[in-house]
C-alpha cells in the first residue's frame, strides 16, 4: 500500500495495490493529525464497490492506510 497523490482538502489517494485506489480524509483534531475513509456510500450493484467496501472493512487496511496517508500528508504539507 502507498501513497500517491494529495489533493487541495489534505485527502491522500492510496494504491491499495488491490487493482483499486481509495482516498482517505486527513484532518487535525484535538488529539493530532487523524484520518479516515472517504468513501461510505457503496452501491451493492457495482463490483469495485463492492471491493472497496470489503476492503474497508478490515482493520488492518484501516490501520495501515492511516499511517501512509498522514505521513504522506505530512511529508507534502510543509
Known sequence: MKAINIDDSGSVLIDTQKGFNVWMDVFEDEYGLTSDWNKYIFHLDNEKDMQIKTFQEDCNNFDE??????????NNNN
Open 65 to 74: 492506510a492511516t499511517s501512509v496517508a498522514i505521513q504522506f500528508y505530512l
